[in-house]
């Protein structure tokens, strides 16, 4: 007989919440030899980003929130070309053996990408992807935290070699307490999670060889014949990736503990990270350092992973249907991996009773932290972390979430909507779904539904300013264009873009943007004020956008103007900690509010 899907969902919650204690248990603690990393890795995107990193790293450690002992580590990639996550880990490679030489094979490493600017989360774009703030635990876990926690049984059953993850998904799974997920085969090993058709073709999907069992527990080594990367609905049928699973009826569902199998569903099996063994890892090294310089950008899934497998054939090579920008020594470098990394295995930890989510964008980020999401329920997620939010409403569909923030109990915050790092005073009116991150708002202000602000601390000319970005949430800051006279292709918060800059009294010259004059977007748009002070700030870009919302005209020609591609390179990564710091202070003075379920009470310390 099958568990039912409420038993499965249980079992999720009860392994997530193991997993939780046991890191909670060795925060501020020196760990002993084995039972942890013996070094994380975090990559960044270029050297601002890389002391962005260190800065919070360093804080982290000062106040004992990761465990001690550990060699924690940020590699920049090298200025120039984009090298993609597959790029950074040969120079992650390279980076471990200049500090460790001979030593780093008998390590485990955890390898974090976290080197993007995160367009479609800005939000995280300042302080990094894998900083960014969950609703959960006392003082409030980012990325990081959870990152270690959800993988803190890893290290014990892993041979010397590197774990590669991404900075904004996350990964639970539950499996028998006989069960061990080991990490101690030759080559590669991936997870890999069931998911349906439509889920396959935007990620990797695995080709398994059969498995000579009819039994299908809740983890399976599995061999992989070959691995798709992005595959169509047509390939995945093809090439043999597609299983059937037994699935319950409704009826049965609904009557008790155990259901009948009485249909099928299809699916595949995705990826998430992946575990290289250091003899792997020393190939890969010894090939970067033959090369030089990169110039191209390479995936670590779909260039590596691709590679791997009996079945694998060098026809992926030239396929740059998933490239956003095919550069002309892509396909010659493809090869030379290809070539390199033929006859390596990938093995496959098949975990059936598993969830894979993505919280990389600013739609993902609303609907998980703020609805009835399932993640919110296996990882305990608050709709109050940390917070005075006399006006919350735990528990309730779509309440807002609100971070490590002070939100005076007149003031309104609409449904769907985040606030996190703020202070929002009696007057102040959130419109739903959206998010409000790091702002100071103590006059009268009305921010519209769907809308995006977060303010930065900035430092210009040796002087503490601020800025700070506003938009719609659905906007996209990645779409660009090659000239100015295609710009109208831009919008803002709904309007054409056009149409907003003479709102403002702007006009649509090469000026008007910073960087690149072939790369013209909202991200290097010059159409915020820069402020003497974080709350002037936040009111102007208010304005900025509510004459867009209200089609009422705005004069910022007085203004000194930045687009957010300068306000990272001005950012003031002190200033910001220092400004959460002042909140988290205020916040105990006043009386931190937060409805804590009694199983998830040990993550808020007192």
Sequence with gaps: MAATEAGRDMALREATLRKLRKFERLRGQIVKVGEFWDVVVITAADE???????????????QKELPLGVHYHVFADPAGAKIGNGGSTLCALQCLEEIYGDRWNCFTILLIHSGGYSQRLPNASALGKIFTALPLGSPVYQMLELKLAMYIDFPSHMSPGILVTCADDIELYSVRETDILRFDKPGFTA????????????????????SGSSECGDLEYRTCHRFLHKPSLEEMCQSGAVGRKRTLSPKNLAVGDLGTPNSHSDFVYTDSLFYMDHNSARKL???????????????AYGDFLQAL??????????????VTREESGLVKMREKIFHLLQGTPLNVVALNNSKFYHIGTTREYLYHFTSDSP??????????AVSVFPGGSEGSCEAPCVIQSIIDSRASVGLGSVVEYSWLGPDVTVGANSIISGCHVLTKAALPPSSFLCALSLRVNGRIMYATMAYGVEDNLKQSVKALSDIHSLRFSGLGFLECLDLWGLKGTEDLFSGSQTSLSLWTARIFPVCPSLSESVMASLRLLGAVRNASPLCLTSHELLSVEEMLF????EAMMRWRAHIVQEIHLQGCQADVSEEFSFLCTP
């Design 570 to 573: 001005y950012k003031d990564v």
């Design 48 to 62: 601002k980003q890389e002391l962005a990193y260190k800065q919070q790293l360093s804080r982290k450690l000062q």
């Design 309 to 322: 497998g009996p079945g694998a054939t060098m026809e992926y090579t030239k396929n740059t249907a998933n």
């Design 285 to 299: 090294l010894a090939f970067y350092q033959q090369l030089g310089a990169l110039t191209c950008e390479i995936d």
């Design 375 to 384: 993640l919110k329920s296996e990882l305990g997620l608050l709709s109050t």
């Design 191 to 210: 997870l890999a999670h069931p998911s349906d058709l439509l889920i396959g073709t935007t990620h990797g999907v695995f080709v398994l060889e059969p």
